[in-house]
């Protein structure tokens, strides 16, 4: 059996700290802040507008995060992604389903099959799903789960319900719901002509414009994944007009107290493996949070230099993967386009 060993935070995902550089006590009167809950986990806007109060925002967040919820959360019995889990095969999805689905469709292809959303009847095998049931997976249950998990087992139709080939594939859109969530309301902000602002679930980040109270683009830090350092913060990043997700396996895990190995939440779909890989966390920048989330999950469990050349093809991704070599030391691996981010600390 499994003990949960799970380092408890705020955030399901790895840790992302937001730094207002050069922060000065005389804040302008425009510039505000909001936080809450959403998605189960935390949420921080920072936005500049004297016009758009945070009354009416946090009502259309919440309008945004309920709206993802009925759609698409796993945790939800009655939701859409809940229905067609249990086989309903007649629901007609939303169109923020249609979205993230072809989304989820376009990253699959070009990450060949390492992001895959139908690898959620193995994260619920792992007690990583809603049930949270704590089991060992046997090599046969491996096997059998793998039988029904990929994403070309189940399709949209014309009619916009979707057909599964197994009745028990599951599909999990956690891994690029969340960054849907943060385009959505970034997009509000656009929209009401809010022209600097960060928005940021969870650690997953759209930044557009400079930071109010510095005139600079916002400054971002990216979490140490060795928390038994010093270092707090591995690298820092200024971000302007780009989406930024981090991905991680050093924060939600569990221990295996017969093998002490660790099952990390990065689960491998094609091998159903969901041991670590010498990648502790992989940050993408993107043009939207929806592609940065999915393509950082696929990062997590892609062999390290199929992923390398994977982000060198893509041509509107920059990534930054943090390794851990053989003798257990932590390097930095950045792609070409990721250095003009950097900031000098």
Request: glycine share 4%; net charge positive.
């Amino acid at each position: 059996m499994l003990s949960i060993l799970m380092v408890l935070r705020k955030f399901y995902s790895v840790f992302i700290f937001l730094l207002l550089v050069n922060c000065k006590n005389n804040q302008k009167d425009d510039f505000n802040q909001l936080r809450g809950y959403a998605l189960g986990t935390t949420y921080s806007i920072s936005y500049s507008s004297s016009k758009l109060t945070k009354n009416l925002l946090s009502q259309k967040i919440d309008s945004i995060i309920n709206v993802i919820n009925v759609s698409m959360s796993t945790y939800d019995k009655d939701s859409d992604i809940s229905k067609i889990n249990k086989g309903d095969s007649l629901l007609e999805v939303d169109t923020h389903f249609i979205k993230v689905y072809n989304k989820a469709t376009e990253v699959w292809k070009k990450t060949k099959g390492y992001f895959d959303p139908t690898v959620g009847a193995l994260v619920n095998a792992y007690g990583f799903g809603p049930n949270r049931t704590h089991k060992t997976v046997s090599p046969y249950q491996l096997e059998q789960i793998l039988k029904y998990t990929g994403w070309d087992k189940a399709k949209l139709t014309s009619k916009n319900t979707i057909q599964k080939k197994h009745p028990n594939l599951f599909f999990d859109f956690n891994a690029i719901a969340k960054g849907y969530a943060v385009d959505l309301i970034s997009e509000y902000l656009r929209l009401n002509q809010v022209s600097s602002f960060l928005v940021e679930i969870g650690g997953e980040i759209v930044a557009q414009g400079v930071s109010p109270k510095s005139n600079l683009p916002w400054k971002i830090a990216i979490d140490n994944p060795k928390q038994d350092e010093e270092k707090k913060f591995i690298q820092t990043i200024f971000l302007n007009n780009q989406a930024l997700a981090t991905s991680g396996n050093y924060r939600k895990y569990k221990l295996d107290k017969k093998t002490g190995k660790r099952h990390v939440h990065s689960i491998n779909p094609k091998t159903g493996n969901s041991f670590p890989s010498e990648v502790l966390s992989a940050s993408v920048i993107a043009p939207s949070c929806m592609v940065a989330d999915a393509f950082a999950t696929a990062l997590m469990v892609m062999p390290f230099e199929k992923s390398k050349l994977l982000i060198e093809k893509e041509l509107t991704l920059e990534a930054l993967w943090i390794i851990e070599n053989k003798k257990g030391a932590v390097e930095q691996h950045f792609s070409k386009g990721f250095y003009k981010n950097l900031s000098e600390n």
